[in-house]
T-cell receptor, first 115, second 115 residues
């Protein structure tokens, strides 16, 4: 069964460093998302990406964040200068906007720890 | 903006018993989608069940069923014959049609299944 894969599963970084979280969405999907879940809190929308551009972003998604689809398979989230409060679980999701099931499929998440 | 409320932070159920998880939402839209996602200790987000608002019939997936009350803006999840593997965080989520179709999540509810 196709699945969304995320790497790494856990990343520890020093405050102020740049991190890139990687995702491989399901191959025929057209919509891509990043969500964030701070420990013990709800899952929050960060950004959606469609047709090689951002279609919507939340207030959380400020200038330190960027997304890219550098090739036909990867979808990345970059955090330029990490802060302690960026520590969270980051989920990538994808969805087939044309046909197929309505729901978004999530990856297993990347746990980001900023120290 | 749409909001999703899960008022019960925790619940417990005996194995083989039935439990109902509540969810309410606020929206001015008439057409939308509702989902229940399960997040086990591995923290991956797994779709449990979905409901299209235009459908009057409540969705059912094996031991999982929903009670969708559109007028009351209520979307509860019933788990029958609870199993130890059902222990997890459960998130209710709302999605508007069109646009980026991002998910708006509730705060989640921790379900414990007692043997």
């Amino acid at each position: 069964e196709p699945e969304v894969t995320q790497t790494p599963s856990h990343q520890v970084t020093q405050m102020g460093q740049e991190v890139i979280l990687r995702c491989v969405p399901i191959s025929n999907h057209l919509y891509f998302y990043w969500y964030r879940q701070i420990l013990g809190q709800k899952v929050e929308f960060l950004v959606s990406f469609y047709n090689n551009e951002i279609s919507e972003k939340s207030e959380i998604f400020d200038d330190q964040f960027s997304v890219e689809r550098p090739d036909g398979s990867n979808f990345t989230l970059k955090i330029r200068s990490t802060k302690l409060e960026d520590s969270a679980m980051y989920f990538c999701a994808s969805r087939d906007a044309v046909q197929g099931p309505l729901e978004a499929f999530f990856g297993q998440g990347t746990r980001l720890t900023v120290v | 903006a749409q909001t999703v409320t899960q008022s019960q932070p925790e619940m417990s159920v005996q194995e083989a018993e039935t439990v109902t998880l509540s969810c309410t939402y606020d929206t001015s839209e008439s057409d939308y989608y509702l989902f229940w996602y399960k997040q086990p200790p591995s923290r991956q987000m797994i779709l449990v069940i979905r409901q299209e608002a235009y459908k009057q019939q409540n969705a059912t997936e094996n031991r999982f069923s929903v009670n969708f009350q559109k007028a009351a803006k209520s979307f509860s999840l019933k788990i029958s014959d609870s199993q130890l593997g059902d222990a997890a965080m459960y998130f209710c989520a709302y999605r508007s049609p069109g646009g980026s179709e991002k998910l708006v999540f509730g705060k989640g509810m921790k379900l414990t299944v007692n043997p």
